[in-house]
C-alpha cells in the first residue's frame, strides 16, 4: 500500500498544535465566565451554544490561556471563526473605562469587512463598546466624523481642526478596516491613533500576507510598539522616511490618560480556513510565542457535510451542461466560480439570453462598481436573485445563509482555491454539495488536488443526456445573441472611452468626490 506522505510544518509550534476537534459545542450558560449580557446577545442572534473553535479560543483567551499567547487559527471555512475572535476580544474590552481604540480587526475586501462588522454589532453594544468601520463605502469626510470624536464647541471660542493639540478621541473601541481604507486614516486622519491598540486581528490571513498594501503590516506593528522597543529596524526607516512625524507612535511604558498604568501587550490573532505555513510570511505578523490551533491532521480540511462531486463533459458544452445542472437544482441557493472577472460576465450574460430558465441569475465580481457588488449580494441574501455568477470576489469568507450548492464552472487551480470556493457551502453544520465542471483530461489533476484534503474518491454527477440535447437549440441561439451583446458592449465602451477622454481634456475631475 502506498504510503502517504503529510508535509511536516517547519516552525517548532506549528508541530504540536491545539486539535480543536478535541472541543465539543458548549451550551451557552455552560461558557465559564460569558459575561450575562453577551449571552443575551447571542441568544438574540440565534445561537444557543458556542461552536468547537468558538469554545478552543475562549480556553486560550478567557479561559487559563488568558490571552497570553498569540494565536494562529485554522479552522475549516463556516466553523465560525469570526465569532472565535469577536466574543472574546468584546468580553474582554467590556471593562475598560476610557474610550479609544483597542481592537483592530483587518480583512481584505470590503463586503467582508461589512459582513465582520456587522457581527461584532451585535454583541460589543450589550456591553457598552461601539464599533467602526473604514473600508471607502462612504467619503473619508463622513469616515472620519464617524470615527473620531471632535471637541464641543465652546461658546464664543471657536475650535481649530489644524490645531492638532487639540484632544481629539476615538469614538469606536473596535474597528473593522480593509489595508488601504487603514492606511489612508493613518496616513491622514488627524486624532486616528493606534496608540492604545490591544488586540489585532489578522483575517483570511494568508490572502492579507500575499499583498503588501502599502505594507500596511509592518506599520501597524511599529505603530503599536514604544519607540524604545522598536524591533523593525528596517519597518522603522521605512516608517520615518515615509511618514515623517507621525503622532501616533506608542509611548513607552505608561499608557496616556490610564493613570500610569503600564501598556498591555499587543495580542495578535490570525485566521484562515487554510493558514500558511510559510516561516518567512508568518515572521511578518512577529508573533508573540504563537499557538496554533487546527482542527485534525490534515492541514487542509473540508466541512464535515460538504459532498463533491465531479460533472464530466466535453469545453465546448460546458454552458450547456451547466444550465441542464442548474435546472436539475432547481430554486435552491447557488455559486457559480469561474476564474476570471470576463468569464464570469460572459458566462452569466449567456445564461441570461437562454430564454426563461425560472431562476435569477446574478452576476458577482471585481469588474463592478462597489455598489452593484453591495446590491446583488442583499438580492442574494435576501433569495431575489438564486444563482450568483461569481470570479474569485466571492471565494474567501463571504458568508450568505441558505447557499445550498458551489459549482466550479472553471477548475480551481489550486487546493487552497477549491477550499475556500467549497466553503461557501455546508456552512456552520449544514450540508452542502460542489459541483466540478471538468474536462476528462482534467481528472487526474483534480483528483491529486484534492487528495491534498484527504478527499480521496470524489463521485461522478451525471445530468441526462436528454436534458442536454432538449437544451441544444436554446443554447445556439444564445450563443448568437452573446456575439451580438459582446460587440454592442465593446462600442459602448468604445464610445464612452472617448467620451471620457474629451471630457477628462476639458474639465478636471474633483478626485476626493470618488
Ligand atoms: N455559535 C454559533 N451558533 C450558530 N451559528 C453560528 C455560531 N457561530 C457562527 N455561526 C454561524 O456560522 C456561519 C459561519 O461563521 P463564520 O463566517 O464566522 O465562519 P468562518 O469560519 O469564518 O468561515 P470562512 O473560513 O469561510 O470565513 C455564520 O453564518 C455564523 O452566523
Known sequence: MEVKKRSTPILPWMRSPVDVNQFEACALNLVPCLDPRLEVALDKMGFSSLFPVQVAVWQETIGPGAFERDLCINSPTGSGKTLAYALPIVQKLSTRSVKCLRALVVLPTRDLALQVKEVFAAIAPAVGLSVGLAVGQSSIADEISELIKRPKLEAGICYDPEDVTCELQSSVDILV?????????????????????????????????????????????????????????????????????????????????????????????????????????????????????????????????????????????????????????????????????????????????????????????????????????????????????????????????????????????????YIHRAGRTARAGQAGRCFTLLHKYEVKRFKKMLQKADNESVPHYSVPSSSIESLRAAYNSALGKLKETVESEASRKRKFGSKFLKLSRTKPTDRRKG
Open 177 to 417: 478596516a480593509t489595508p488601504g481604507r487603514l492606511m489612508d486614516h493613518i496616513n491622514s486622519t488627524k486624532g486616528f491613533t493606534l496608540e492604545h491598540l490591544c488586540y489585532l486581528v489578522v483575517d483570511e490571513t494568508d490572502r492579507l500576507l500575499r499583498e503588501a498594501y502599502q505594507s500596511w503590516l509592518p506599520t501597524v506593528l511599529q505603530l503599536t510598539q514604544s519607540n524604545e522597543e522598536s524591533l523593525f529596524p528596517l519597518a522603522n526607516s521605512f516608517l520615518s522616511s515615509t511618514f515623517g512625524s507621525l503622532k501616533t507612535i506608542r509611548r513607552c511604558g505608561v499608557e496616556r490618560g490610564f493613570k500610569g498604568k503600564s501598556r498591555p501587550r499587543l495580542v495578535k490573532m490570525v485566521l484562515s480556513a487554510t493558514l500558511t505555513q510559510d516561516p518567512s510570511k508568518l515572521a511578518q505578523l512577529n508573533l508573540h510565542h504563537p499557538l496554533l490551533m487546527t482542527t485534525g491532521k490534515r492541514r487542509y480540511q473540508l466541512p464535515e457535510k460538504l459532498e463533491s462531486y465531479k460533472l464530466i463533459c466535453e469545453s465546448n458544452l460546458r454552458p450547456l451542461y451547466l444550465v441542464a445542472l442548474l435546472q436539475e437544482l432547481g430554486e435552491e441557493k447557488c455559486i457559480v466560480f469561474t476564474s476570471s472577472t470576463e468569464s464570469t460576465h460572459r458566462l452569466c450574460t449567456l445564461l441570461n439570453l437562454f430564454g426563461d430558465l425560472g431562476i435569477k441569475i446574478k452576476e458577482y465580481s471585481g469588474l463592478q462598481r462597489q455598489s452593484r457588488r453591495s446590491k446583488t449580494l442583499k438580492s442574494f441574501r435576501e433569495g431575489k436573485v438564486q444563482v450568483l455568477v461569481s470570479s474569485d470576489a466571492m471565494t474567501r469568507g463571504m458568508d450568505v445563509q441558505g447557499v445550498k450548492n458551489v459549482i466550479n464552472y472553471d477548475i480551481p487551480a489550486y487546493i487552497k482555491t
